[in-house]
């Protein structure tokens, strides 16, 4: 099943450590090459010879032991196809959320730019530390995937969450990322996500709520799946593909000018207005004598529309063009007409009525209409799920 991917795995200081002997076993059963690292602090829980004798590899630790003239922090993050690291400490999490490369193994994380997917263990009340859990934000901000610890009795003596998840939780997760990983290769893809910013004035501006996570979900996925990315978006996001960062609609649509030539798939996940001001303020906008402000609105380009019409204008069979719809009412019909309107290839129609999905929120339901009038209804799931299901479904 794993044949020809090579899995870094990274283990750090935690009681856990000796659960990822077991892992080694099941990666190299399923036929992956397995590649050990270790920080110094891991071997006081598991020695190197046992996993030397797992892995069938050599174990690195010593980030001066250098063999060759690439060193190891840079041979091993190029040639690996995922790296994994299990159990991660509250410590080495730390280290690689503000760039500390001071081991092995923190200066390969600094350096990988494929998937990494961590599985955190450790006592509950140091999951909960602020410190940590805020340096786990910034590792999903990047697109790294957290493998979330579950609920139990810790080796500690505590009961709460901290224990590094399943095994058979983190085996699925590598063989998920490691069997879409080619799915888009050779594909350049053009995301766009969050809400565009229209100035009133210097200091006011007319937005929306969205938050920019499902475009990055996609981008995330798109990278994970061997595709080139760029990501336009209004959001600040870092992730280790090209992200160009834009205001207001026409800024946006510049932007996408700029990459249509070369791009083979583009999706608008992008909450784009439909109007601004007609014209900005240079001066903030004074409080009058009058209680009523107008202010006069023109209509923003139809972006999306815009790509279709170009690619139909220069019969081109190429990009693949992907929108996304957010309705309050009438999802369903407001999206067939959409579909037909712009003559894009798909459509994702999410509803923002409900609260626990779409703008904002960590999950969302979608329903995908296609150019053929098919209709595929996504359950709520998690935006990276979502995306990955997205992806997978337009590259076929
Ligand atoms: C017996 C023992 C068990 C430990 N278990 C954990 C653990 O599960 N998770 C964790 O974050 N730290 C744990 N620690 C603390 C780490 O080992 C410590 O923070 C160390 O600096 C981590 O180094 P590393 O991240 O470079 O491996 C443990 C320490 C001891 C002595």
């Known amino acids: 099943m794993l044949s020809g991917k090579t899995i870094l795995i990274g283990i750090t200081g935690g ?3 000796y659960k990822i002997c077991e892992l080694i076993r099941k990666f190299k059963k399923s036929g992956a090459n397995v590649k050990v690292v270790c920080t110094p602090n891991a071997l006081n829980f598991v020695t ?6 797992l892995s069938q590899n050599e174990v690195y630790v010593e980030e001066f032991d250098v063999k060759s003239w690439k060193p190891e922090h840079i041979s091993l993050a190029d040639e690996a196809d995922i790296m994994l ?5 509250a410590n080495t999490i730390s280290k690689i959320a503000q760039g500390i490369a001071d081991n092995l193994l923190t200066s390969i994380a600094c350096a990988f730019r494929k998937k990494m997917i961590i599985a955190p263990a450790m006592n509950c009340n140091m999951w909960n530390n602020a410190a940590v859990q805020k340096n786990l934000s910034i590792l999903k901000s990047r697109g790294i995937e957290i493998l979330e610890p579950d609920s139990g009795f810790l080796a500690c003596g505590y009961l709460g969450k901290g224990r590094l998840c399943r095994l058979d939780k983190i085996f699925d997760a590598v063989v998920e990322a490691l069997k879409c990983s080619d799915k888009l290769k050779g594909k350049k893809v053009v995301i766009t996500s ?3 910013i229209e100035d009133i004035d210097p200091v006011r501006y007319i937005s929306n709520y969205s938050s920019g996570k499902m475009g990055f979900a996609l981008a995330n996925n798109a990278a994970d799946m061997g595709a080139e990315v760029v990501l336009i978006t209004t959001k600040d996001f870092e992730a280790p593909y090209k992200i160009v960062k834009v205001k207001s609609a026409l800024d946006m649509q510049s932007a996408l000018d700029n990459e249509f030539d070369t791009s083979d798939i583009i999706i608008m996940a992008a909450a784009v207005a439909d109007y601004r001001v007609k014209e900005m ?8 004598e009058s209680d009523v402000l107008t202010l006069e609105l023109v209509k923003n380009p139809d972006i999306l529309a815009g790509l279709c019409e170009r690619r139909a204008h220069n019969s081109l069979d190429k990009p693949l063009i992907v929108g996304f719809c957010a309705e309050t009412e009438n999802l369903l019909q407001n999206a067939k007409e959409k579909i037909n309107k712009k003559g894009c290839d798909f459509l994702v129609a999410n509803d923002i009525s409900r609260s626990d999905i779409g703008f904002s929120s960590d999950d969302n339901e979608v329903t995908i209409l296609d150019y053929s009038g098919a209709i ?8 990276r799920v979502i995306a990955r299901k997205i992806l997978e479904l337009i590259s076929k």
Do not use: H, M, Y
């Not at 190197?48 to 004798?53: G, I, S």
């Open 15 to 17: 009681i856990a450590a």
């Open 48 to 53: 190197k010879l046992t996993l030397q004798n």
């Open 85 to 89: 690291i299990a159990p991660a400490t």
């Open 194 to 196: 969050g809400g565009t």
């Open 281 to 288: 303020c240079a001066q903030k906008i004074k409080k009058g």
């Open 376 to 383: 595929i209804k996504l359950d709520k799931a998690p935006k």
